[in-house]
């Protein structure tokens, strides 16, 4: 095949493919080691001196020509291509997007989350601790010896002689204060589960979350105590709202008192809410115990603290006015989406 025939047939064969895989095969046709055009090379040792450069010319010439045109016809395929696959997928611009849920929390971790937040603005220092802990630190501790009555109002999940569920988040406070002695001031705020052998109903629950504060120092006082949950009343449940303290027994505090807030829902006037008393007690507390200080390792007699618990469970059910404290674990999406507007 002489070269001009290479060269008409070559620019046929390119106009005429239709797909990029064609025109691969008509490269390799004409243009590769093997080609047509590779394969007219051969006839140049038949040809004479004087002829030689001009038939190597017109080779180069054939070959530029034809790489030319599989370039043009290369970019042509490729924007058609495009096209066809941008028409395949489309996107309608003025369809709606996808729209994406945002979940919601647990009322339970907002609320345990609230506490911490007002906490810790108030310098306090947030410690958690194990919910499998020592009788040690869980009772003996706490001012609440073996055969002290108290562990009779605690009925405990026991693992072993030793070892059992926390029944209250003392244990991380009698930790924590170990932890610190004979150093101050102490200023935690101790949240988590625990746990007690007990009927589930609308009022009660084997587990729940309590949420304990401490402080201890020098010249700590009842008063302080007042005050610092006084400013918790009011950021939980309004700032209108006003506690008062009435005489109680823990046997980790003395003196100890439990603590009631002005009924937010009818402001102290009385309702079914606060049985028509105008007050709804939200948690215990009281002056640490001289004993608790003195086994965590703290001996001058002149410190003092306080120390309060509360349920995050029954301040939740409070705020919210939620009447069953099941509604917390049994993961119902209903239930949780109302609280949507509280995050």
Request: net charge negative; aromatic share 8%.
């Amino acid at each position: 095949m002489d070269l001009k025939k290479i060269m008409e047939a070559g620019l046929q064969a390119i106009e005429s493919a239709d797909v990029l895989e064609t025109l691969n095969d008509v490269r390799i046709e004409f243009l590769s080691k093997k080609g047509a055009l590779t394969k007219a090379m051969g006839q140049m040792k038949d040809l004479s001196n004087e002829e030689k450069p001009l038939f190597g010319k017109r080779v180069n010439e054939v070959k530029e020509a034809l790489e030319t045109a599989l370039k043009a016809k290369v970019a042509t395929l490729e924007a058609l291509k495009l096209k066809e696959d941008m028409q395949r997928d489309a996107i309608d611009v003025t369809l709606p997007g996808t729209k994406f849920v945002m979940g919601a929390q647990n009322p339970l971790v907002l609320i345990q989350r609230e506490i911490e937040t007002f906490f810790q603005e108030m310098g306090y220092k947030v410690v958690e601790g194990d919910e499998v802990e020592l009788d040690l630190y869980n009772f003996e501790r706490a001012n609440i010896p073996h055969d002290h009555p108290a562990r009779e109002m605690q009925d405990t999940f026991y693992i072993d002689e030793h070892t059992l569920l926390r029944t209250h988040t003392t244990a991380i406070q009698t930790r924590a204060l170990e932890a610190y002695a004979p150093s101050v001031p102490v200023k935690v705020i101790c949240p988590g589960k625990v746990y007690r052998r007990d009927d589930d109903d609308a009022t009660h629950s084997h587990q729940f979350v309590q949420v304990e504060g401490l402080v201890v120092g020098h010249g700590i006082t009842l008063a302080d105590l007042k005050g610092t949950l006084s400013l918790f009343a009011k950021r939980m449940f309004g700032e209108t709202r006003v506690i008062r303290f009435r005489p109680s027994y823990f046997q980790f505090t003395e003196p100890s008192v439990e603590v009631d807030v002005s009924c937010h829902i009818c402001d102290g006037k009385g309702c079914n809410v606060c049985k028509h008393t105008g007050w709804i007690e939200i948690l215990g507390a009281g002056m640490v115990h001289p004993q608790v200080l003195r086994d965590a390792g703290y001996e001058d007699p002149k410190l003092t603290g306080f120390a309060f618990g509360a349920g995050a469970e029954r301040i939740a059910m409070l705020k919210y006015g939620i009447e069953d404290i099941r509604s917390f674990y049994i993961n119902d999406k209903r239930f949780i989406e109302q609280f949507k507007r509280y995050e």
